[in-house]
DNA sequence: AGAACCACCTGGCAGC
DNA sequence: TGCTGCCAGGTGGTTC
């Protein structure tokens, strides 16, 4: 499910109810995430206020007592705001009860999410090796290009990989190539100075419009106030195998790199 | 160093 | 209806 607009989206959708608010319990109902559920996290939790939600790639960074309650939503994960006493469904993994009327809670069906304490988000493990944020000012054609000099990976897998760029996975990494006109397999290291540029805009453009609409809900993703999302519906080839492309009417191709589906427009993307 | 795989999980769906 | 196999939004770790 999540990529970066799905992330942002469930960012934004919290922020005004959650910030400012003290946490008053801690209940979790299944610690093994992809790792474990640290075991004193109400000891840590309990009693702080949230001051502040922050974003790196696909990481939310909730800023409470003396660190940062981390949580990644893998591949299937959601947060989102309930009425007090509501109660617990299947995958109802992880509550946060807010002071007041809400809890925050995780659901995670396939449990590829984390929910980790970090005190110095900066040196942690898991963010350290982070590459750029699509919305940073260094964010570019030239810093792209700087980074896959030399490289051979096919692009569409370039831009996935965390290290260079955080926040893209498969379904934004396929939108944006047909938006800038990019053959998913070329190597990341052959694209002139100018298809770079046209790449990193096509990027920010992909995933602006896409946290407009709310990200996507291919199952059952929802954000932070609990509303699905509608790019889905916006996709120009994601899920498309076969049908006319938008720009020229020329079926959809489906393919597959590191075992990731594929889809592009042989025509218009070279 | 870089690239190709595998692993971790559950649920939904197509096909028989 | 029910079984089997395949697929899915991510990413760290292992192997070559």
């Known amino acids: ?70 949580v990644h939503l893998g591949m299937s994960g959601s947060l989102t705001l309930v009425p007090r006493d509501t109660p617990p469904r299947r995958h109802d993994h992880v509550d946060l009860a807010l002071e007041g009327e809400s809890t925050l809670r995780l659901n995670d069906p396939r449990r590829f999410g984390a929910v980790l304490w970090v005190k110095r988000p900066e040196t942690h493990v ?38 260079m760029v955080s926040g893209i996975g498969n379904i934004y990494a396929n939108e944006a190539l047909f938006a800038a006109g990019v053959h998913p397999s070329r190597p990341s290291g052959r694209l002139s100075r100018e298809r770079w540029d046209r ?4 990027i920010r453009q992909t995933l602006e419009r896409a ?12 954000g932070g106030d609990g509303r699905p999302g509608y790019f889905q519906n916006e996709y120009a080839v994601y899920g498309r195998a076969g049908e006319p492309c938008p720009t020229c009417g020329t079926a959809i191709r489906g393919a597959r790199h590191a075992g990731r589906a594929t889809f592009y427009c042989g025509a218009c993307q070279r």
């Open 126 to 163: 898991l963010l350290k090796s982070l590459g750029v944020e699509p919305f940073d000012a260094a964010f570019g054609g030239e810093l792209l290009q700087r980074l896959a000099n030399g490289r051979r990976v096919p692009v569409k897998l370039f831009l996935m990989n965390a290290r």
């Open 1 to 70: 499910m999540p990529e970066l607009p799905e992330v942002e989206t469930t960012r934004r959708g919290l922020l005004p109810h959650v910030v400012g608010r003290r946490i008053r319990d801690v209940v979790v109902r299944e610690p093994r995430l992809r790792w474990p559920v640290p075991r004193d996290l109400a000891r840590r939790l309990g009693g702080e206020s949230v001051r502040d939600i922050h974003r790196r790639g696909k990481y939310l960074l909730f800023e409470v007592g003396d660190g940062h309650l981390l």
């Open 199 to 202: 790449l990193a805009a096509a």
């Open 211 to 222: 946290i407009a609409a709310g990200g996507s809900t291919l199952r059952d993703f929802v």
